[in-house]
């Protein structure tokens, strides 16, 4: 009988963005200004919104959810980057790459479906303002984001554990079937919701239906944007690149700058959110 020879991976050496002492000095400072940032904004939407009753409505639940997916998505990777940095170590185990995989996965995806149905909101909040009511209702709204939990909780797993197992075949299959399923879809939905937005507005006689109608988008539409953008300038930088080192510092900017920009987005554009944001401070400031 022939002895067998198999290699276990036990642990994976990360690329690192620079190597030099004083550079990963000012990156850590950086990338830590920028995770507190995106935190203790995200977490003030949240509070926010949670806060001023006048907010509980279907918008506002769905952009409470982003922001806590935002505070998720970013603290799969930035923690354990620092550490690397300020350690200057560049080793990961196996079990804490599949994990890190895994969350990341969720979030990422849950980013994608979120988006849409939050486009799909505002599809029905212009196109169809009588029955908006009764077709975003609470209820849906929370079946919603829960179904969508529970399906990326388990998409993710499958994908982590095929990834696990190393067979290139059902990987790239997998791969491309998730991408159809979570990204084109998406995109697609998001697409045809701004085309039947921008269809009905285009029939609207007043010039000042117009205008709210399009602010009343342009939140959500910033969000999208970026976020797409990002993700479409990592890929193609990660195409066209002949230096790991530009993608790698692509993809960290990608998983910071999105979920920092989002609370500045809505918050600058949307006076009840400032409202309550006032409201929230004035109330901690009496209470210190």
């Known amino acids: 009988m022939e002895a067998e020879n198999h290699t276990i991976l036990s642990q994976f050496f990360l690329l690192g963005i620079s190597e030099d002492p004083e550079l990963q000095a000012v990156l850590f400072g950086l990338f830590l200004s920028m995770y507190l940032v995106t935190v203790l904004g995200n977490l003030l939407i949240i509070l926010a919104i949670s806060s001023d009753s006048h907010l509980h409505t279907p918008m506002y639940f769905f952009l409470c959810n982003l922001s806590l997916i935002d505070i998720c998505f970013i603290s799969t990777i930035i923690p354990k980057m ?25 979030f990422v995806r849950m980013d994608n479906v979120l988006l849409t149905i939050m486009a799909h909101d505002r599809f029905v909040v212009i196109c169809c303002p009588l029955k908006y009511t009764v077709i975003v209702n609470s209820q849906l709204c929370v079946l919603l984001v829960l179904m969508s939990w529970i399906i990326m909780f388990w998409f993710s797993l499958i994908l982590t554990l095929l990834v696990g197992r190393s067979d290139a075949l059902i990987d790239i299959i997998f791969l491309y079937v998730s991408t159809a399923l979570l990204v084109v879809f998406p995109v697609a939905g998001i697409l045809y919701s701004y085309s039947q937005i921008v269809s009905s507005l ?36 990660s195409a066209v690149a002949h230096s790991p080192q530009r993608s790698t510092i692509a993809s960290v900017m990608y998983t910071l700058v999105t979920p920092m920009l989002n609370p500045f987005v809505y918050s600058l554009r949307n006076k009840d959110v400032n409202g309550a944001l006032g409201s929230l401070l004035s109330r901690a400031t009496s209470c210190v």
Do not use: D, R
């Open 202 to 237: 285009m029939k609207m006689s007043s010039s000042v239906s117009k205008y709210k109608g399009f602010f009343t988008c342009g939140s959500h539409l910033c969000v999208v944007s970026l976020f797409y953008g990002t993700g479409l300038g990592v890929y193609l930088s």
């Open 82 to 106: 620092l550490v690397n940095i300020h350690a200057h170590s560049k080793e990961i185990s196996y079990l804490e790459f599949l994990t890190q995989v895994y969350v990341f996965m969720i």
